[in-house]
């Protein structure tokens, strides 16, 4: 039986991308938000999620560091996703033919080369693929969107011009949830360890803390401290470390961390992407 994977955004959003691309057997299950999509692992709905915690464009997907530390669930996998803007138009158009193009207001603004060059009127609309599909149902040869080559394979559009977006470097890491860890063995491959902790209220507790991992030879990859109930005393912080729990160094850089904390949870161990 096909696993039941939930992501954020319409068939053909890049989210759906990146869960077929982890789970190319899976059956997609759509959410409006991220919050559903959360909720429809945690209810027994689907059996992972598939969510975007960062862009190398623009930063830290802020609700993912609010809502997955609080959720229960446990990261159990990341994947690189390279975000490759494409101009999707109805079949048999042409890019000549194309005079407005709607997407994204993020996914416009990346392509505002190409979009200048080729004079096009811009429409904002809610997602990428919600645009794609769209466009698709109106079938008119002047209108155009901007979305994945994944997007215009689930409607049945052409790629008038692909590769459009202004950085090529423009890249979305994406974590798989789920309701049980799957921590994978020592040894077998490169890990990651995903936890978020509180310091304790004495002086220079977040440097002492990190101090731990320094001196045990643990490569921190991520450091992000947010605000808890909007206050600006109570700050918690989350991390990414290379190394399993069972390394030797990792223990100690916890046992020391643990001198320095009031709050310590795991939310993964799991094997690292490819970037």
Known sequence: MAKLIAFQGEPGAFSHAAAHALFPRGQAVPCVSFEDTIAAVQKGKADYGVVPV????????????????????????????????NLLGVKGATLKDVKSVQSLSV???????FIRKHRLRTVNAADTAG?????????????AAIASRYAAEVYGLDILAS??????????????????????????????????????????ALYKAMGGFATNGVNM???????????????????????????????????????????????????????
């Open 163 to 204: 590769n459009i977006e202004d950085a090529s470097h423009n890249t979305t890491r994406f974590l798989v949830i789920s309701k049980t860890p799957e921590t994978p063995r020592r040894g077998k491959t490169k890990v990651k360890t995903t936890f978020v902790f509180r310091v304790r209220n004495v002086p220079a």
């Open 131 to 143: 645009s794609a599909r769209e466009i698709a149902e109106r079938g008119d040869k002047s209108a």
């Open 54 to 85: 960062e862009n190398s464009l623009y930063g830290r997907i802020t609700d993912i560091y609010h809502l997955l530390p609080e959720s229960g669930l446990f990261i159990t996998g990341e994947h690189f996703l390279r975000v490759e803007m």
């Open 107 to 113: 996914a416009l603004g990346q392509c505002r080369k």
């Open 221 to 275: 990859t991520k450091l992000e401290s947010y605000m808890l109930d909007g206050s600006f005393t109570a700050t918690q912080f989350y991390a990414d470390i290379e190394g399993h729990p069972d390394d030797r160094s990792v223990q100690l850089a916890f046992e020391e961390l643990g001198f320095f904390t009031d709050h310590f949870h795991v939310l993964g161990v799991y094997p690292a992407g490819k970037v």
